[in-house]
């Protein structure tokens, strides 16, 4: 691999609380959908790097890629079979170590996706566990149990998965008969690891050094409020309102366990054996801000998602209340807040912004679902949210494709989708397909540009020609162009680094503040109000005489 300016810095020492990750603007590549080297209609590695620049020039500070590891690609990647090399669908560990150099040379850091919840049933040591008996140690790294009911015909506990139906699977013996039950919370293909196994814990400390040693910057661990269960594996039953991954949901026995800290301490102190700041960022979908800050306290992660904001409806109070929380809950254990509006598992903000129905988490929305967006009210919305998020101090976190002001796709074939929640629930849910349609660059391109042969592993909607990137990069008002526009001014501010300070004085469908000397107004009310008094310098669309319109924010330079 190539020495780089940046990984020279990895080597210098950082004062504590100016670490990169606490300001970083992080961008998510979601590979299958960014770039496709090879036309064969997937996204890849060589894709990816032939287009860092772009992301050097949007002016984020690090990526962060979702799974590209060997895998039999049931759930898109996150059921891993190999932690420690390259899918050849997406290239080859060369391809790695040269993406990740480009990156390294472009300024911008690279924060792999974990999986350490559960592994592919094609991994190595599931098979390994299915040829061996009940009691074996092949099976320790698992949670196999034994069935209830007299022939131990029924599942050891009455789990359900996040994505449908039954957690748990029964497998055949090696004679043939039928067998013990393994736990599987997302897909029968992705088996839960038994994380009270200290072979587990002695492995991914090994599959984090791998990574560590080739120059990676951090890790996005998935699923991070899972890994631990509670003693007995009791039933349990959710509350009908519950989301799927816990936010909603109190004492479940599978989510968010104690032990589960003790993990993250021990990847604390792998990460520490390396110079300069590499970041842990959990992805711990908990009740509430104060318990999702337990995962970043000085010695455990370093970031975690902020749900609660993301998922907080276009509602001045309820934004005003959460970001008062966040920065008080994260501040109170020394670590930044994250913000964040969209990724690869919610409807992208851009349509969530404007449903009209209620969509829970990782459902999605299709071409039968109640309430769908406005697309005009939901870009407008989407533009005023980012224009308000990256304001606020902190961390911020970048889905690929908002910054074109990509809508959720909802009229995607049936036999077209992809997603194991769509097959798992039979079609009730849509799961979340939509968000995940590959990427336009070129509006008269094949694919769009992103690949040249137009195959594309999602069909890209008929209409997103004006969306792509080009026609965006040439348009000043463009979505592309406002994104631009706000990591620069945050930058150049020290917005990520600041302090937020309430401006009272409006009325109750405002959410305004100072950073500095910047006071940014957001209006979310049916009427224009006053801008405040200074040099505007930037909106999230037209300010006019009449004062800040509905659905916009602005930032205002002030003495």
Not at 174 to 198: I, R
Not at 225 to 231: E, N, Q, S
Not at 233 to 242: G, V, W
Not at 498 to 515: H, K, M, P, Q, S
Request: hydrophobic share 40%; proline share 7%; glycine share 10%.
């Amino acid at each position: 691999m190539t020495s780089t300016a940046l990984d020279a810095a990895h080597a210098l020492p950082t004062s504590p609380g100016a670490e990169w990750w606490r300001s970083a603007v992080i961008y998510q590549i979601y590979p299958r959908s960014f770039a496709d080297s090879n036309g064969d209609g997937m996204g890849d590695l060589p894709g990816i790097t032939a287009h860092l620049a772009d992301l050097a020039d949007l002016g984020i500070d690090a990526v962060w890629l979702s799974p590209f590891m060997t895998s039999p690609q049931k759930d898109a990647g996150y059921d891993v079979a190999d932690y420690c090399d390259v899918d050849p669908l997406f290239g080859t560990l060369d391809d790695f170590d040269a993406m990740l150099s480009e990156a390294h040379r472009n300024g911008i850091r690279l924060i792999v996706d974990l999986v350490p919840n559960h592994s592919s049933d094609q991994h190595v040591w599931f098979q390994q566990a299915l040829a061996a008996a009940p009691g074996s140690p092949e099976r320790a790294r698992y949670l196999f149990r034994d069935g209830k009911g007299e022939g131990g015909e029924l599942p050891p506990n009455n789990w359900q998965s996040v994505f449908g139906g039954p957690a748990w699977t029964r497998v055949t013996e090696a004679d043939g008969t039928p067998g013990q039950w393994y736990l599987h919370l997302f897909d029968t293909s992705q088996p839960d690891f038994d994380w009270t196994n200290p072979e587990v814990r002695a492995e991914f400390r090994r599959v984090l050094r791998f990574w560590l040693d080739r120059g990676v910057d951090g890790f996005r661990v998935d699923v991070a409020h899972g890994l631990m269960k509670k003693d007995g594996l009791p039933d349990y039953t959710p509350a009908s309102d519950a989301g799927s991954m816990g936010g909603d949901s109190v004492g479940v026995p599978y989510w968010g366990q104690p032990e589960v800290h003790d993990v993250y301490r021990e990847w604390h102190d792998v990460l520490a054996e390396y110079d300069g700041d590499r970041a842990l960022c959990a992805e711990a979908w908990m009740p509430t801000v104060a318990e999702i800050a337990m995962w970043v306290r000085s010695d455990e992660m370093h970031q975690a998602f902020n749900f609660d904001y993301m998922m907080t409806e276009w509602d001045p109070a309820k934004l005003r209340a959460v970001i008062a929380e966040s920065i008080r809950e994260y501040h109170a254990v020394g670590a930044p807040s994250t913000w964040v509006l969209s990724n690869h598992d919610v409807i992208r903000h851009a349509s969530r912004l404007a449903l009209t129905a209620d969509s829970p988490q990782g459902e999605g929305i299709g071409p039968n679902s109640p309430g769908k967006p406005d697309p005009v009210i939901g870009l407008r919305r989407a533009r005023a949210a980012t224009t308000l998020m990256l304001a606020l101090p902190g961390s911020a976190y970048v889905y690929q494709g908002e910054e074109l002001g990509l809508p959720e796709v909802i009229d995607i074939p049936d036999e077209a989708r992809q997603d194991p929640t769509w097959f798992r629930t039979n079609g009730e849910r849509y799961g979340r397909d939509g968000c995940r349609v590959p990427l336009p660059w070129v509006a008269d391109a094949p694919a769009y540009g992103f690949n040249t042969t137009g195959a594309s592993w999602l069909p890209q909607p008929a209409q997103w020609a004006h969306l792509a990137r080009d026609v965006e990069a040439a348009d000043a008002a463009s979505t592309l162009s406002l994104y631009k526009t706000l990591l620069a001014e945050r930058r150049a501010r020290g917005l990520a680094t600041g302090t937020l300070e309430w401006v009272e004085g409006y009325g109750a469908d405002i959410v305004a503040f100072r950073n500095g000397n910047i006071t940014v107004v957001a209006n979310l009310g049916a009427e224009p109000v006053a801008l405040p008094t200074g040099r505007v310098i930037v909106a999230s669309g037209p300010v006019g005489d009449a004062g800040l319109p509905t659905d916009t924010t602005v930032w205002v330079e002030t003495d």
